[in-house]
Each structure stands twice: as C-alpha cells, then as structure tokens.
C-alpha cells in the first residue's frame, strides 16, 4: 500500500514538478468593470483553489495591498479588476510585494487592463490590453511552448470570445499565441499575438492570459487549465529557483 502510494505520488510529482497550492496563502482581489463578471469569478476559483489546500482571503477592495502584515504573508495575489484606478499608495504596495516574491497571477481585463493610467502596474504585467477586433468572435489559440508546464501537454483550442490585440513587452515568456485573419481590422491581417506569458517582476512570478472574458469562456477545458497550471506556478516565487524566464523577441 505504501508502496503504491509513493509511486502514485512519484508519478505526479514527473507530471507535474510544481507542487501546487498546497499551504499557501492567497488573495484573490475582485472589482472594476462588472462586464467582465468579477464577482461571479470568485465562484469559478476560489473554492478550487481551496479544493488545492490554500487559504484565500476574498477581498473587495485594493486597500487589502495597504495592509502590509497580509501583504508580506502571502505567496499569491489574484487580481480581477478591469479599468477603476488604483491610488499612488496601493500601487506601490502591491509593486513592492510582488518584487519581494509574492506572485500575481490573472486573465483578461481583470489583470491586463486594470489601471489605464499606471505604467508601473503595466511594467509588472508585461501587457496592456489595446483591442479586440469585431468583439466576440471565432479564434484558435495555439501553444507554441510545450515544454513549459503551464501548457505542456495541451493541443491548440478555438475559443468563441474577445480576440485581445494588446501592447506586450517582447521579454516575457509567452507560451500561448493567437493569429488574427484581418476581417475585423485589415491592417493586421496575419499578426500574432502572445495570449498566455510568463515572466517575473522583482522575485515575484506574472501569470497572465487573455482568456477569460465571461466565466463561460472557462468552460473550454484549456483555457481553464492554463489558468489553473499558471495560478500554481505564480504562487510558487517563494519556493522555487527563480527561472530564466527572459526570451527577447529581438536577438542582437
Ligand atoms: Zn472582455
């Protein structure tokens, strides 16, 4: 019995070499733009990432980034806020909590258009949603990285919903793209896109992917996954050798 239950766990352990949200202590911020169903996220991801082992503090406001004592305990922050600003003081606390290694982990407008005015908060995420060409529409999302055990695994996927064009720093790790045809804005027929990253700020780890809408855009089994791979792998900064995450898009 011993016996099985070690190989069972060996085995995951060779699946999956991160070890997860066991232990940790997350918060999980909700607000902004309604469009984008915050509140009903909460429902999506919190009790899984309960289900993990973690204990999550639901938060309704970016004052929670002012108690420094909650801030430094963490190992993960959840942020899903689309647009509403953020004051000089909480965007400072949370910059500094995630460079000291607490990871931040997200989807869509709730992390990659919060704060249209803060590029400090922008410089963290590695992106800042511009446009989504012709609304929701019919899309692929193709894994061009499966090595990285955020999308190891995984076959490309169609998604019927918000195609993001954003503004991306060309350093980030990007595991996921997608390809725009041109029907909804000519000029960028043909561009690629990244839809999932990876990279750090500081000793913290960003997760970011544009998927995720409306809640039922998670109903695509690898649209969830991803996100459930990426929020173990940003609440693991305090574990884990930083890794070297850097792939410059533009070699010397
Ligand atoms: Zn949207």
Redesign the pocket.
């Known amino acids: 019995m011993l016996f099985l239950l070690t190989s069972l766990i060996a085995a995951n352990a060779a699946d999956y070499p991160d070890p997860g949200l066991k232990g940790k202590k997350v918060l999980y911020v909700w607000g902004g733009w309604a ?2 169903e915050p509140k009903q996220s909460v429902d999506v991801f919190v009790p899984w990432m309960r289900s993990e082992g973690a204990e999550v503090i639901v938060s309704e406001t970016l004052d929670s980034y002012l108690d420094e004592k909650l801030m430094e305990s963490l190992d993960l922050i959840v942020q899903i806020w ?1 647009m509403g600003s953020i004051t000089n003081d909480q965007e400072a606390a949370l910059l500094k909590a995630v460079e000291r290694g607490v990871g931040l982990a997200g989807w ?2 709730g992390t990659g ?1 919060s704060f249209r005015n803060n590029v400090n908060y922008q410089f963290m995420i590695g992106g800042q949603w511009v446009a ?1 060409p012709g609304g929701v529409i019919d899309y692929s999302v193709n894994i061009t990285n499966s090595k990285d055990p955020v999308t190891k695994g995984l076959s490309d996927f169609n998604m019927h ?2 195609q ?1 064009y954003m503004h991306v720093d060309p350093n980030v790790k990007v595991l996921a793209t997608t390809s725009f045809t041109g029907e909804h804005a000519a000029w960028i027929e043909g561009s690629v896109m990244p839809v999932v990253w990876k990279k750090y700020y500081g000793n913290g780890r960003v997760f970011y992917s544009s998927l995720g ?2 809640m039922a855009d998670f109903e695509v089994p690898q649209a969830l996954e991803i996100q459930k791979r990426g929020i173990r792998w940003a609440s693991e900064s305090k574990y884990q050798e930083k890794e070297k995450w850097l792939s410059p898009v533009y070699q010397k």
């Open positions: 469009g984008h689309t869509h407008g258009d989504h919903s918000e993001y809408h409306v």
